[in-house]
C-alpha cells in the first residue's frame, strides 16, 4: 500500500494529526463535547486522544475479554460505555479512564448500544432482548425476546426505543414498558437509521435493498438494485437526504415532497472501492465518506441530493468509520490496520446551506 505521507489530505480538509491503535479500530466517537477523541479496537483496546493535539491522555487494554464490539458516548460527552463478546457492558469516565458501572445483560454479545437523547438511559442489544439501564447502571426493563437477534437500535424521542431484526422493527415506549408500533417486512434487516424527527424508519436489507416506512401514515417502499448489501445509512440533519452505500457509489435519496418515490436519485461517484462508513455533518449540508481501499472524500450536497467533493485524504486501509467533531471543525477516520486520522475542516462561506 502507498504510503499516506504520500496522499496528503486535499481541498477543505487539512493536516491534522495521527495515531495508531494496536489492532483494527473498530469505532470511535468525540468526548467531553469534542475535547477528546474515544477509540477502540477489536482486541478491547480503549483509546483517549486530545482532539487538538492527538496525544493520548489515556488507555485501557483488553476491556471485554474476546474483543470489543461497540462503543457509546454519552451526550454529555463525560461519560462512554462499551460492549463486547464477553457479554459485558463498561461505562467509563471519559476524563480519567475510571470505570463508573459494569453490567452485565446475559450471555450474549452485546453488539448495539445507544443513549437516549437526554442522556438518562441506556439502551443495550444482547441476543434477542433489548435492555433499559439508568444513567447509573440499574435496569429498568427488558424487552420481550425479538424472533431473532437484534440487528439495530435507535432513539426515536427520549422514551421511545426502536429496534430491527429478521422480518420486523418495533417501537418501544419506555414508559409504559411496551409495544409502540411494529413495522413488518419478509426480510434480513441489517442496518437501520431514523429520520431526526422520528418518522422516517430506513432499513438496509440483506436482499442488497432499503426498506423504508412513514410511520405517520403507514406507506412503506423499498429501493432495489444495490450490487451489495446497504450497511451504511445517514440522514442530514434537515431529514431531506438519506445516504446510502452497497457500492462503491454514495446514492441519496431525496424525501422531499414526494419523493423518493418515482424519483432518480443522487449520485456520489469518486470511491473505487465499497462505501464502509457515510456521516453527515451536524451542522451541514455535508456528508463524509469512507471506502474499503482506504479513500476518505467530503461532499457538499446540493437541493437535489447530488454533489461536489470538497475534500479527500487517504489513509490505505479500510475505513471502518468517520466522525464529524460536534461543531464540524475536524472529522475523524479510523481504519483496519488501527490508523486514527483527524484533519482539521475549514468551509469557505456559502458553503453551509
Known amino acids: 500500500m502507498p504510503d499516506m505521507k504520500a496522499f496528503a489530505p486535499q481541498g477543505m480538509l487539512h493536516e491534522g494529526w495521527s495515531a495508531q491503535a494496536d489492532d483494527y479500530a473498530l469505532t470511535c466517537g468525540w ?8 477509540v477502540g479496537d477489536v482486541a478491547g483496546g480503549l483509546y483517549a486522544f486530545n482532539a487538538d493535539s492527538g496525544n493520548l491522555i489515556w488507555t485501557k487494554k483488553e476491556v471485554h475479554q474476546g474483543g470489543l464490539l461497540a462503543l457509546a458516548i454519552h451526550p454529555e460527552g463525560d461519560r462512554v460505555a462499551t460492549s463486547g463478546q464477553d457479554g459485558s457492558v463498561v461505562v467509563w469516565d471519559a476524563t480519567t479512564g475510571d470505570v463508573l458501572h459494569q453490567i452485565q445483560p446475559g450471555k450474549s454479545w452485546v453488539e448495539h448500544l445507544a443513549w437516549s437523547d437526554n442522556g438518562q438511559t441506556l439502551a443495550v442489544a444482547s441476543g434477542r432482548h433489548v435492555h433499559l439501564y439508568s444513567s447509573d447502571g440499574i435496569e429498568q426493563w427488558k424487552t420481550d425476546a425479538h424472533p431473532s437477534t437484534v440487528s439495530a437500535i435507535s432513539w426515536s424521542k427520549p422514551d421511545e426505543l426502536a429496534s430491527a431484526c429478521y422480518g420486523r422493527v418495533t417501537f418501544f415506549n419506555l414508559t409504559e414498558q411496551q409495544e409502540d408500533q411494529k413495522l413488518e417486512w419478509q426480510g434480513s434487516l441489517v442496518s437501520m437509521v431514523l429520520s431526526p424527527d422520528g418518522d422516517i424508519v430506513a432499513c438496509g436489507s440483506q436482499d442488497n435493498s ?4 412513514r410511520r405517520t401514515t403507514g406507506m412503506d417502499a423499498e429501493m432495489t438494485g444495490y450490487p451489495g448489501k446497504p450497511s451504511q445509512l445517514a440522514f442530514d440533519q434537515s431529514g431531506r437526504f438519506l445516504a446510502t452505500g452497497g457500492s ?24 473505487p472501492e465499497p462505501i464502509s462508513s457515510l456521516a453527515f455533518a451536524n451542522q451541514r449540508l455535508v456528508l463524509a465518506s469512507g471506502s474499503r481501499d482506504g479513500s476518505v472524500f467530503v461532499w457538499f450536497l446540493d437541493k437535489n441530493g447530488d454533489g461536489n467533493p470538497l475534500g479527500g485524504a487517504f489513509v490505505g486501509e479500510r475505513v471502518s468509520e468517520v466522525c464529524w467533531k460536534p461543531n464540524d471543525s475536524a472529522l475523524a477516520a479510523i481504519d483496519a490496520e488501527g490508523g486514527i486520522n483527524v484533519w482539521d475542516f475549514k468551509i469557505r462561506e456559502g458553503k453551509n446551506s
Do not use: A, R, Y
Open 31 to 38: 468526548g467531553e463535547k469534542g475535547k477528546t477523541l474515544l
Open 210 to 213: 432499503v426498506h423504508f416506512w
Open 248 to 271: 462503491d457509489q454514495i446514492i441519496v435519496w431525496n424525501f422531499q415532497g414526494k419523493g423518493p418515490e418515482g424519483s432518480l436519485p443522487g449520485q456520489l461517484v469518486l470511491h
